[in-house]
């Protein structure tokens, strides 16, 4: 068997929202207080939309990669408002690798260290550049359980697309389970891929008596095709997979905790058996 991780969201927090982010868009907005009178606060949230706008930008085009490219975004960010401001986001990100910004999800050491006890394979699949979700993984300690660690920049190509799935099949596996917690990129992009989508989502994101319910039963109750129309309305770019609607996303598993992957096991293994 082999588990793909997504990683924001489901085994960690990174440090771009609480720490990154909020000294690159500081610093980049003295120019826009100084030069057009904005309050800091107001100048930072500028900076951050065009951060966003130029992501999205790049999705839009189909430079994929690029738009997990931080260090590239920030620069052209920091140019069109005119600031001198220069930054290393590798070395922001390290700098933010403390415990009061970066920290494991609840049951992610034991959850993958059961999961490694019972030989499956792990694998991270994520959209962050190795070089910002590696110092976070070594951070809070759940490094070692990945050895195959793939990045866009490694292999040319982001979620959802199959590419960078498939980088992560080396051998042959009865069973492929992908777990994340975005519905175009884990869902729709894991299934497209031929692995078992299993979606996490937050506890208060489901309704009371769908959460009662098994993890394999959760996506064939109606109640769950509103909470993913609801997700996939909250992508950060949906346009930049037109061909791609809510419906099409259709996660296998639906979890609110890690420790329910443990079950997904069980009940997988036996419905292959
Ligand atoms: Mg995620």
Excluded at 55 to 61: F, Q
Aim: charged share 25%; proline share 7%; hydrophobic share 40%.
């Amino acid at each position: 068997m082999l588990i793909t991780f997504d990683l924001d969201g489901v085994l960690q927090q990174n440090p771009f929202g609480k720490g990154v982010f909020p000294e690159v868009c500081g610093k980049i907005g003295e120019t826009l207080v100084s030069r057009e009178g904005l309050t800091v606060d107001e100048a930072a949230k500028t900076v951050m939309t065009m951060i966003r706008d130029e992501a999205k930008r790049r999705l839009t085009s189909r430079d994929y990669v690029g738009a997990y490219d931080w260090d590239d975004i920030v620069l052209v960010a920091a140019k069109a408002a005119g600031s001198p401001a220069r930054f290393d986001v590798e070395q922001l990100v390290v700098k933010y690798c403390t415990p009061d910004y970066i920290f494991p999800y609840p049951y992610a050491f034991e959850v993958l260290s059961e999961l490694s006890g019972l030989g499956v394979r792990l694998a991270v699949v994520t959209n962050g550049f190795y070089k910002y979700q590696n110092p976070v993984m070594e951070g809070i300690g759940l490094r070692h359980f990945f050895p195959d660690f793939i990045t866009p920049e490694m292999v040319g190509t982001v979620k959802p697309f199959s590419g960078i799935f498939q980088a992560a099949i080396k051998g042959e596996y009865s069973l492929r389970l992908h777990v994340g917690d975005t519905i175009i990129h884990d869902v729709w992009g894991a299934q497209m891929s031929g692995f078992d989508p299993i979606w996490m989502v937050k506890e208060r994101d489901l309704p009371e008596h769908i959460l009662t319910l098994a993890p394999w039963e959760r996506p064939h109750r109606p109640e769950i095709r509103p909470v993913i129309a609801k997700a996939f309305d909250a992508d950060l770019h949906p346009g930049a997979y037109p061909d791609v609607t809510a419906d099409d996303c259709r996660p296998a598993y639906v979890i609110t905790d890690l420790r329910e992957i443990l079950a997904v096991v069980e009940y997988a293994k036996e419905a292959v058996a």
